[in-house]
Structures are given as structure tokens and as C-alpha cells.
């Protein structure tokens, strides 16, 4: 199974973050340039929350603000679960589905941000892992 450190590696594209200081416009600016669905929030270099696109349904649109006007760090999720990268796909999915959320920030064991997993890279892998399987045990099979 692919691990966590290949799955980013093979990402290949720049993690996009905000600060908390950024205007909720901008964060949704780069989220459609980056087509993600969430952001980290970094301090300093530190994470101190996610933006997601569901943050942005349920606390700013749904309580008729402007997103040119409100600032991330009002509607961001500040209490974050992260994962390091020895974590491994079965338990990232795991505590997402417990959690009930689709994103998870990756830190390294000094808490440096090392980026980002979704749900749909956790299916892709598992997906991936099964068809490999699934063709090794044909390849027995028939060897």
C-alpha cells in the first residue's frame, strides 16, 4: 500500500494556504485557482486551522456575510486533526469518517506542515492498492 509520504510526493502541484488575516474572498479565489476543496490556515508557518468550502456554506453564507468583508479566521475550523506522514491510508480514513470531514493536514513529527490529504486521494489509493491486488492474484493464478 502506498504510504502518505508518496501519496504528497506525487501530488506534485504547490500546497495552497491563507493566513488568518486573509479575506474569505481570498481563500475562495484560491481554492478555485488550486481546485481544492480546503486550505490550510498558517501562522508564521505554524497550522492554526483549515479553511473549507463547507466552513464557507454554513458560516458565512447561511449567516449572510460578505465574503469580501469576513476574514478566514472568523469561520475557520481552529480545533484541527492532522495526521504524520508514517500514517497510513486505512487510518487516515478512519478518523475522517469518524470525524466526519474530507480533508487532513500531514505534519511532520516536529509539527512542521508537510500538506494535505483528501477523501478522494484516500479512495484513489485504495482503489489503486485493490486493482495491483487484484492483478498479482491473476498473475498467480494463471502463472
Do not use: W
Request: aromatic share 4%; with cysteine.
Amino acid at each position: 500500500m502506498i504510504t502518505l509520504k508518496q501519496m504528497l510526493a506525487a501530488k506534485n502541484r504547490p500546497l495552497a494556504v491563507v493566513t488568518p488575516n486573509d479575506s474569505v474572498y481570498h481563500a475562495l479565489s484560491l481554492m478555485a485557482m488550486h481546485d481544492v476543496g480546503a486550505l490550510l490556515v498558517l501562522e508564521d508557518e505554524q497550522l492554526v486551522g483549515i479553511f473549507s468550502e463547507r466552513d464557507y456554506a454554513r458560516k458565512l453564507i447561511l449567516q449572510g456575510k460578505s465574503s469580501k468583508e469576513t476574514l478566514v479566521r472568523e469561520i475557520m475550523s481552529d480545533k484541527v486533526a492532522y495526521v504524520t506522514p508514517s500514517a497510513t491510508v486505512d487510518e487516515c480514513m478512519a478518523l475522517m469518517t469518524e470525524k466526519r470531514f474530507r480533508h487532513l493536514p500531514v505534519l511532520s513529527e516536529d509539527g512542521e506542515v508537510v500538506g494535505i490529504v483528501s477523501i478522494g486521494d484516500l479512495v484513489k489509493a485504495t482503489i489503486s492498492n485493490q486493482q495491483f491486488l487484484i492483478s498479482e492474484l491473476e498473475r498467480y493464478i494463471t502463472g
